[in-house]
């Protein structure tokens, strides 16, 4: 855990807001600042419903993990702008189900990290858990450096949870998204969510986060966003809103959210 108030703070300059550490206050994490807290707050205050998504966002990643895990027999998962750590990460799920499960997490922060290097720790006997320190605007180096620990000979699971939205060029997102799969194997999964456009509020939240100094998010439609599986096969039931993927809660409300599961074939 990192304390907000060490001159770990000071080093890395955090009064500025930043994304991860937004998203991990809305998940009621304790890693993040009062920039961050300002931020997300005045984005709750116009679109309240930000907080049920990042927690359900949660939800899906663990439920998405669990299905690749138990069900699609996956053992290598890629998780790309995966953010600070809160509760059931990829890591977990999945080793809990596999214990030999290979993970490479995927960010630019500094701040995860930190964070990182205690994942290191948490690295089973049969398994292996490490990070990359990477953009996902190259997507070779990301390749070239998770590939030191998982074999893209054999199906991997590439995981896009809720980032994508920073890149504001539907082409560049395709683009990245297509790079990466190429590189890997038949029977390997691409697990993508993202927020849409789908209310005025969402639109409305959106904006506000920009004017509290947030980094500037693009919303899609889901027609623009199933565009990234091109070439896939989607896993039941397709692309849907995040809380209705195979839930475990069949009262989950509706929210601005779209994901899906696709496997390459």
């Given at each position: 855990?990192?304390?907000?108030?060490?001159?770990?703070?000071?080093?890395?300059?955090?009064?500025?807001?930043?994304?991860?550490?937004?998203?991990?206050?809305?998940?009621?994490?304790?890693?993040?600042?009062?920039?961050?807290?300002?931020?997300?707050?005045?984005?709750?205050?116009?679109?309240?419903?930000?907080?049920?998504?990042?927690?359900?966002?949660?939800?899906?990643?663990?439920?998405?993990?669990?299905?690749?895990?138990?069900?699609?027999?996956?053992?290598?998962?890629?998780?790309?702008?995966?953010?600070?750590?809160?509760?059931?990460?990829?890591?977990?799920?999945?080793?809990?189900?596999?214990?030999?499960?290979?993970?490479?997490?995927?960010?630019?922060?500094?701040?995860?990290?930190?964070?990182?290097?205690?994942?290191?720790?948490?690295?089973?006997?049969?398994?292996?858990?490490?990070?990359?320190?990477?953009?996902?605007?190259?997507?070779?180096?990301?390749?070239?450096?998770?590939?030191?620990a998982l074999d893209f000979r054999e199906p991997v699971a590439?995981?896009?949870?809720?980032?994508?939205?920073?890149?504001?060029?539907?082409?560049?997102?395709?683009?990245?998204?297509?790079?990466?799969?190429?590189?890997?194997?038949?029977?390997?999964?691409?697990?993508?969510?993202?927020?849409?456009?789908?209310?005025?509020?969402?639109?409305?939240?959106?904006?506000?986060?920009?004017?509290?100094?947030?980094?500037?998010?693009?919303?899609?439609?889901?027609?623009q966003l199933a565009g990234c599986f091109e070439g896939l096969?989607?896993?039941?039931?397709?692309?849907?809103?995040?809380?209705?993927?195979?839930?475990?809660?069949?009262?989950?409300?509706?929210?601005?959210?779209?994901?899906?599961?696709?496997?390459?074939?």
């Amino acid at each position: 855990m990192v304390d907000p108030d060490s001159e770990l703070a000071s080093r890395l300059e955090l009064e500025v807001p930043h994304a991860a550490r937004i998203w991990n206050y809305w998940m009621g994490g304790k890693d993040n600042f009062p920039a961050d807290r300002a931020a997300g707050a005045a984005v709750a205050e116009v679109y309240p419903e930000i907080v049920v998504m990042a927690r359900q966002s949660r939800r899906f990643l663990i439920r998405a993990v669990r299905h690749l895990a138990a069900e699609a027999g996956i053992r290598q998962f890629l998780d790309v702008g995966t953010g600070l750590p809160t509760m059931q990460n990829t890591h977990e799920v999945a080793q809990k189900v596999a214990p030999e499960s290979r993970i490479v997490y995927v960010d630019n922060d500094p701040m995860v990290l930190v964070h990182a290097r205690a994942l290191l720790a948490s690295t089973t006997a049969e398994g292996l858990t490490t990070y990359v320190h990477a953009d996902y605007h190259d997507p070779e180096k990301i390749l070239a450096e998770a590939a030191e620990a998982l074999d893209f000979r054999e199906p991997v699971a590439v995981m896009f949870m809720g980032v994508l939205g920073y890149e504001p060029d539907l082409d560049v997102v395709r683009s990245i998204v297509e790079r990466m799969m190429g590189a890997t194997a038949s029977g390997s999964h691409l697990v993508l969510w993202d927020g849409t456009d789908t209310s005025p509020a969402v639109v409305d939240g959106a904006d506000k986060l920009v004017e509290s100094g947030g980094v500037p998010y693009v919303l899609r439609s889901p027609d623009q966003l199933a565009g990234c599986f091109e070439g896939l096969t989607m896993v039941e039931p397709g692309l849907v809103p995040i809380a209705q993927w195979r839930p475990d809660d069949l009262h989950a409300e509706h929210i601005d959210a779209y994901g899906a599961v696709a496997r390459k074939p």
